[in-house]
Nanobody, 127 residues
Framework: QVQLVESGGGSVQAGGSLRLTCKIS????????IGWFRQAPGKKREGVAD?????????????TYADSVKGRFTLSVEVSENTMYLQMNNLKYEDAGVYYC???????????????WGQGTQVTVST
């Protein structure tokens, strides 16, 4: 049974930082994408960042970021600890929303192709 559990959300002032954590269990990390998505009130859920870990080479991974977060957010993984992180720096008001981690996808732009989702963690950014 695959489970994804997010944590680390909270309230922060614009310009501040947060680090989100996603613990993934029961899932084979390689061969598919895992990533972060977010949904602001009244808006469609959107991809933030994802990573592909090759099932043919343990050294190969490819990380993709949405243009809106490039240079500010960093996705990292600790496969041995079944954990994915999202370091968010220089947060902006428009970064607020519920952040979800997801696994089993094909790319960041097709969220409906992701098979497994966490319950989400709230990020609030005040000006």
């Amino acid at each position: 049974q695959v489970q994804l559990v997010e944590s680390g959300g909270g309230s922060v002032q614009a310009g501040g930082s947060l680090r989100l954590t996603c613990k993934i269990s029961g899932y084979s990390w390689r061969g598919y994408h895992i990533g972060w998505f977010r949904q602001a009130p009244g808006k469609k859920r959107e991809g933030v960042a994802d990573v592909y870990l090759s099932d043919r080479s343990t050294d190969y991974r490819r990380t993709t970021y949405a243009d809106s977060v490039k240079g500010r957010f960093t996705l990292s993984v600790e496969v041995s600890e079944n954990t994915m992180y999202l370091q968010m720096n220089n947060l902006k008001y428009e970064d607020a929303g519920v952040y979800y981690c997801a696994a089993g996808g094909l790319n960041l732009w097709e969220e409906d192709r992701y098979s497994f989702w966490g319950q989400g963690t709230q990020v609030t950014v005040s000006t």
